[in-house]
């Protein structure tokens, strides 16, 4: 069992950027693959970026790619997302997800992940 708290969300700018950061409690978060998802009302959850165990691998959305990174510190059992270069469409409550799963394996669907937190909102203004 794991428990995600995100926090880092918040008001900022168009082209500004944010940092969002994602503990994890109860089991070392290094057992866990770990993703980022995004929602906003009305649609579905959408997958933004994933990082293997150890940190060697990424994945990333089209919509985020050279704009967003995704890192780990196992040592902190924290998960980042830094986000640059923020557009509007980038608005959404933030979800980081954990994933007990093999070494190398990354997971982009969130049908995948056994853990959630609660979210940070994220509001990009024009």
């Known amino acids: 069992q794991v428990q995600l708290v995100e926090s880092g969300g918040g008001l900022v700018q168009a082209g500004g950027s944010l940092r969002l950061s994602c503990v994890a409690s109860g089991r070392t978060s290094s057992s866990y693959a770990m993703g980022w998802f995004r929602q906003v009302p009305g649609k579905e959850r959408a997958f933004v970026a994933a990082i293997t165990r150890g940190g060697g691998s990424t994945y990333y959305a089209d919509s985020v790619k050279g704009r967003f990174t995704i890192s780990r510190d196992n040592g902190k059992n924290t998960v980042y997302l830094q986000m640059n270069s923020l557009k509007p469409e980038d608005t959404a409550l933030y979800y980081c997800?954990?994933?007990?799963?093999?070494?190398?394996?990354?997971?982009?669907?969130?049908?995948?992940?056994?853990?959630w937190g609660q979210g940070t909102q994220v509001t990009v203004s024009a």
């Open positions: 997800a954990a994933k007990r799963g093999s070494t190398t394996a990354i997971y982009y669907r969130d049908l995948d992940y056994d853990y």
